[in-house]
């Protein structure tokens, strides 16, 4: 959070997410620590920043758990959602404008909406599950065409979601191949209509043609 200078930092055996003051990078310093049930495994997180709202997931807890960092000195959990459809969840992605969250989960091998419009009472809205998504790792959204790619480290491709009605979640296509071989992470450059996928089994990364999602 630059505006007020804090650095949100998520740890995965104290299940927990800490608050740096990082106004003096040669003196960082704790401003607040919270652990919880809900954070077991925390994994990772994303920032509403106008809202003022950290999002967990949760590895071992198959949760999302949202925080108020309003006061970074004294975080508190609003509610936390867990369920089947997280299952080992993984990776996370916010859609601001239209308050939902896109969880990637690698044991339910899926992605799930998340209606976040009111951070004490989340909500799932819809969850796509199938073979190409196959321990879905980490998602990224493209906001403007409203399609979410998703890497597979069991499948080894990535996979391009219609998101434009967050209820209901559809394929549009799935690339899989020996380069995709554990693809782990995926990054999105919009200009240029290219995502960029590493994979950590073929030691590799990968640029994809994604001006047609449709048809990777």
């Known amino acids: 959070d630059l505006t007020n200078e804090v650095a949100y930092v998520i740890?995965?055996?104290?299940?927990?997410?800490?608050?740096?003051?990082?106004?003096?990078?040669?003196?960082?310093?704790?401003?607040?620590?919270?652990?919880?049930?809900?954070l077991t495994f925390a994994v990772n997180v994303a920032?509403?920043?106008t809202n003022q709202v950290a999002y967990v997931v949760s590895r071992l807890a198959n949760s999302i758990t949202s925080i108020d960092i309003s006061d970074p000195s004294n975080l508190t959990e609003l509610d936390s959602f867990d369920s089947a459809n997280l299952n080992s969840v993984r990776g996370i992605a916010l859609d601001l404008t239209n308050q939902v969250a896109y969880?990637?989960?690698g044991g339910s091998n899926s992605i799930t909406s998340i209606d976040i419009s009111d951070p004490s009472n989340l909500t799932q809205l819809d969850n796509l599950s199938n073979t190409n998504l196959n321990f879905a790792i980490y998602v990224v959204l493209d906001l403007t065409n409203q399609v979410a790619?998703?890497?597979?480290l069991n499948a080894d491709g990535i996979t391009s979601i219609d998101i434009s009605t967050p209820s209901n979640l559809t394929e549009l296509d799935s690339l899989r191949n020996s380069?995709?071989?554990?693809?782990?992470?995926?990054?999105?450059?919009?200009?240029?209509?290219?995502?960029?996928?590493?994979a950590q089994n073929a030691d590799s990364i990968t640029s994809i043609d994604i001006s047609d999602p449709s048809n990777l």
């Open 11 to 38: 740890s995965t055996f104290a299940d927990s997410i800490t608050s740096i003051d990082i106004s003096d990078p040669s003196n960082l310093t704790e401003l607040d620590s919270f652990n919880s049930s809900s």
């Open 47 to 49: 920032l509403d920043l």
């Open 103 to 105: 969880v990637a989960s």
């Open 149 to 152: 790619y998703v890497a597979s």
């Open 179 to 198: 380069n995709l071989d554990g693809a782990r992470g995926v990054a999105l450059d919009l200009i240029n209509q290219v995502a960029y996928v590493v």
